[in-house]
T-cell receptor, first 112, second 114 residues
Framework: GNSVTQMEGPVTLSEEAFLTINCTYT??????LFWYVQYPGEGLQLLLK?????DKGSNKGFEATYRKETTSFHLEKGSVQVSDSAVYFC???????????FGTGTRLQVFP | GAVVSQHPSRVICKSGTSVKIECRSL??????MFWYRQFPKQSLMLMAT?????????EQGVEKDKFLINHASLTLSTLTVTSAHPEDSSFYIC??????????FGSGTRLTVV
């Protein structure tokens, strides 16, 4: 079946530190991969996505590369800001359905 | 573009009453909408897939008589929590497949049953 495994949080960093949030997946076929961000009390916003192997999604300084060989889609940012504090969800869109399968979410806390 | 409006954002209701949550696509037609439930500090659990003009498809373990879903038009889907109890208190989020091949999420509804 399809599943997403995401590193547990919280991840606590100082401002300007380097961020990595690991995400691996299991899927049949060729899924699309997404990172969503959820700020406190809000819904989810798409951060970035990749639809095929070796694609790199990027937005607001965040990047993730679709690695088919390692079934991974790790989220990275070179220099985090306090405003990046939120919960980040890795998600998989199976190629033959409309459903999104989410990881458990990783809370990021950035301190000045 | 591709905005989904979800209302209400917060609702408090008495145990035994029913609550309706609306999800509207404002600038696109959504033939398929999804309803999720999010427990504190946990991930989103897909409850059901709502298809315009047909019955919703519920995920395993979700009571369809408890969580009534209606998708009467291409821009509106509703989730009604019937005979709500404190254990139904949660954060409910809808999403729709947008016209750009992605997913747009509503801002969520915090339901508290007292």
């Amino acid at each position: 079946g399809n599943s997403v495994t995401q590193m547990e949080g919280p991840v606590t960093l100082s401002e300007e530190a380097f961020l990595t949030i690991n995400c691996t997946y299991t899927a049949t076929g060729y899924p699309s991969l997404f990172w969503y961000v959820q700020y406190p009390g809000e819904g989810l916003q798409l951060l970035l996505k990749a639809t095929k192997a070796d694609d790199k999604g990027s937005n607001k300084g965040f990047e993730a590369t679709y690695r088919k060989e390692t079934t991974s889609f790790h989220l990275e940012k070179g220099s985090v800001q306090v405003s990046d504090s939120a919960v980040y969800f890795c998600a998989l869109g199976a190629y033959n359905t409309d459903k999104l399968i989410f990881g458990t979410g990783t809370r990021l806390q950035v301190f000045p | 573009g591709a905005v989904v409006s979800q209302h209400p954002s917060r609702v408090i209701c008495k145990s035994g009453t029913s609550v309706k949550i609306e999800c509207r696509s404002l600038d696109f037609q959504a033939t398929t909408m999804f309803w999720y439930r999010q427990f504190p500090k946990q991930s989103l659990m897909l409850m059901a897939t709502s298809n315009e003009g047909s019955k919703a498809t519920y995920e395993q373990g979700v009571e369809k008589d408890k969580f009534l879903i209606n998708h009467a038009s291409l821009t509106l889907s509703t989730l009604t929590v019937t005979s709500a109890h404190p254990e139904d208190s949660s954060f409910y989020i809808c999403s729709a497949r947008n016209n750009r091949g992605g997913y747009t999420f509503g801002s969520g509804t915090r339901l508290t049953v007292v």
